[in-house]
């Protein structure tokens, strides 16, 4: 098993994202949103950079059977969701130097 794990950095990468999004799942419920204030939605940022990580991991996994319909897909729509995301981040800042 530990020589599969070199070989393959996509195990590496998957267990990374699996282990970041343990944190996520721990201070979801509305109870750790209030004890943690403004730092919640800090920690919870964190997902721009797991949901990268997990195309990735995907990526790599399905190169390996030259099989990349689906990531190529994922990949697709977290870049059309993050963009919306910075659109939205960019309106509301021009809003707001009007105001």
């Known amino acids: ?9 996509f195990i590496r990468v998957g ?3 699996f282990v970041l999004l343990i944190p996520l799942a721990v201070t979801s419920p509305k109870a ?21 990580l997990a195309i990735l991991h995907f990526w790599w996994m399905k190169a390996g059977k030259h099989d990349l319909e689906l990531p190529k897909i994922y990949g697709a ?5 993050l963009g919306w995301r ?7 800042c021009a809003a707001r130097q009007r105001a």
């Open 32 to 52: 750790m949103v209030r004890k943690l204030g403004r730092r919640w939605q800090t920690l919870h940022r964190t997902i721009y950079l797991i949901a990268a």
């Open 15 to 17: 267990f990374a994202v």
């Open 1 to 9: 098993m530990l020589k599969d794990i070199g070989k393959r950095p």
């Open 86 to 92: 910075v659109i939205a981040w960019m309106r509301q």
């Open 77 to 81: 729509i977290v870049i059309a969701l």
